[in-house]
């Protein structure tokens, strides 16, 4: 079988991803490289940022060679307007037309169902900062190969303030949890089939730790998500403790599912 050529596109701005790295954090990008690796070497990614790009003139040409798209997660918040946001819309839009596989991960699956015609909005149930707890698959989730061998309810690393609240015409709806209603769907667009989750299975709690901690001031002071530091501690030791639950395979089985139906053609 020859090797599967996938365009990763990048939804955080550069500088945004300055900033990771300056904290020691990896890039989603670079997390989703190496969690693909997990499950197979014999992958060719290449990766696009739609927030540096003014135009798609270099890499719309050769879209229709890649076998698969996957759109990762972002600081953004798709209801601000600005130019890094619409830039990521028009892109999606782009590939709707020419790629038909895709798999949107939180901030991706955002993207991906606002440019179809749905809505996403500021969650009003509070956010994920670093884990979702109890995302329960339903019937359609369960007779969808993207939750083969998953377990009907489970947790799952997450970060993210914002939920799709409408879904684009003819969407099945998956999973839910008492924070988002909707963790996950699956939708045609053009000539493409979007497989979509909110949270994110490709990185670590390890990384979502960092995370916080990279956030902690933004997390205590602008979204009043923590009154104090104490309380941020005591919700990472609640992660670390999931840590010791998980398993890798487990957590990651989305992936490795999606992988198999791009193998599968």
């Known amino acids: 079988m020859k090797n599967l050529n996938l365009l990763v596109v990048e939804g955080n701005p550069i500088k945004e991803n300055e900033n990771f790295r300056k904290f020691g954090i990896q890039t989603h990008t670079e997390s989703l490289k190496d969690s693909l690796s997990f499950y197979s070497k014999d992958i060719n990614i290449e990766v696009f940022n739609p927030c540096s790009e003014q135009s798609f003139d270099k890499i719309l040409p050769n879209i229709k060679k890649y076998d698969g798209l996957i759109w990762g997660g972002s600081s953004l918040n798709i209801y601000n307007d600005c130019i890094e946001i619409r830039r990521q819309i028009s892109f999606m839009k782009e590939c709707f037309k020419n ?67 409408s879904l684009p015409g003819g969407a099945t709806h998956l999973s839910s949890n008492k924070i988002n209603r909707i963790q996950s769907v699956h939708f045609k667009s053009g000539i493409s089939d979007v497989w979509g989750v909110q949270y994110h299975p490709e990185i670590t709690y390890h990384k979502m730790i960092t995370l916080i901690r990279y956030r902690k001031d933004r997390l205590i002071n602008d979204r009043k998500c923590f009154k104090d530091e104490e309380e941020i501690q005591n919700h990472i030791n609640f992660i670390e403790q999931e840590i010791k639950n998980s398993e890798k395979d487990s957590r990651m089985v989305e992936l490795k599912n999606w992988l198999n139906y791009l193998k599968a053609a």
């Open 99 to 165: 790629i038909k596989k895709i798999l949107t991960i939180c901030w991706g699956m955002q993207v991906a169902v606002t440019a179809a015609g749905g809505t996403v909005k500021k969650s009003t149930n509070g956010a994920h900062i670093g884990i979702a707890n109890d995302i329960e698959i339903n019937e359609n989730g369960a007779n969808h190969p993207l939750y083969k061998s998953k377990n009907k309810k489970f947790n799952s690393p997450a970060f993210n303030f914002d939920e799709v609240v």
